[in-house]
């Protein structure tokens, strides 16, 4: 309960973020809720199992399941929208390490020396994190959209 | 009109709001269902969609215009769709109804999207481990630079000009802000400042048509869209880096 209670801050900040991002990308008005509960869903989620010792990595792709099976629960047709997951797990992407990949590329080709072997560590390293974070959401993603198919399937047969 | 031509338009209408492939294909089928047409096909792209009917062996091309976002038509768009394929839409109807769903604005204002642009970066910069004066630095530089972009885009500049500018505007007075040395992080509020420029539904949407194979190309260019976007947002960021350095 703790751990929770000092994770809520962070997590009520992303939940914020998942509603403005539904916001800007034009979602009606009846998914900026969604979109809050599933942001904060997703980050809670990622950073519990991340602080219970699992790998950042794994606790992302679970969070990102479980960002489509909430979007799921709470939008007012129970449908996956793509909107409410988008803004849920951007929160979750490497958006910094992206941008800070791409700057480091651009870095990279005009500095020498140990700024270049220090450019080209940071490239790397954000690469990496960034590729890693990427394929943990697509992955969370299609396990989520699977499990709410298969869950309507049981429902409906 | 033609069946073909109509169903061709409803469907291109969704992609150029936002819509997947899947959906701008459910649509084209739900207006030949109410036109008792069985036997149409179309292909989807980014730049143009193509269909016809497999008995005659003629195909329509439409053009697909600028590709921006406005989910409160996509939304009216799947719910005709989905009227239309229980049968509830006459034909007759739909040309006025798709020009009823194209003139639809936006679901929220200049100055609300600008405001949620603003709060947008600063949560953000919050959650990457900033503090308040990050926080403040964030949503100024951000809603500077969406005010722009919104103005750019109603005055038809094409989407990679316009997101440039307004990359350019909120990094450089992110980095100005940070020159006075007041927040614990930095780069993760420069980031914040631009985060409202990340194309998410291109990737979302390119990543849905992706995993369909008749969508695979659709998909593939709504990434490189994606890619463009992003390449164009980091050199922005990078040359305020380097003139404020």
Known sequence: MELMLALLPNAL?????????????????RYVLPSFACGL????????????????????AVASAGAVIAAAAVTPEHAVVPVVLIAAVLPLGA????????????????????????????LSASLG?????????A???QIGVAAVRAARHEQDG | MEPIDVALRFGVLALENGGTGALADRAFASVLKSAGVN???AVWRLD???????????????????????????????????????????????DAEIDHIAALGPSYGPWTTVAATALLAGL?????????????????????GQAVRVWLLARQMAIPAATFAAALLSAVTAAFGLQFRLVSDAPGTLMAAVIYLIPGLPLINGFFDMVTPRFLVLGAQRLASAVLIVTLTAIAVALAVAVMR
């Not at chain 1, 958006?95 to 560590?121: H, K, P, Y």
Request: charged share 15%; net charge neutral.
């Open chain 1, 13 to 29: 900040c992303a939940a914020g973020t998942a509603a403005m991002l539904a916001v800007v990308f034009t979602a009606p008005p």
């Open chain 1, 41 to 60: 869903a997703a980050l809670l989620a990622r950073d519990l199992l991340a602080a219970s010792g699992m790998n950042v990595h794994w606790a992302t």
């Open chain 1, 95 to 122: 958006a910094v390490a992206v941008f800070t990949a791409m700057i480091e590329l651009l870095r990279v080709s005009s500095v020498e020396g140990a700024a270049l072997v220090d450019a080209s560590v940071k």
């Open chain 1, 129 to 137: 994190k960034a590729f890693t974070t990427f394929v943990a959401i």
């Open chain 1, 139 to 141: 992955l969370g993603l």
């Open chain 2, 39 to 41: 036997d149409g096909f």
């Open chain 2, 48 to 94: 143009s969609a193509s269909g016809g009917r497999t008995c005659d062996g003629h195909a329509l091309v439409h053009a697909v215009g600028p590709v921006g976002v406005n989910l409160r038509r996509v939304w009216e768009i799947a719910a005709l769709t989905d009227r239309a394929s229980r049968g509830a839409v006459p034909f007759d109807t739909f």
């Open chain 2, 124 to 144: 953000f910069a919050r959650t990457q481990n900033g503090d308040w004066a990050g926080f403040l630095i964030a949503a100024g530089a951000a809603a500077a």
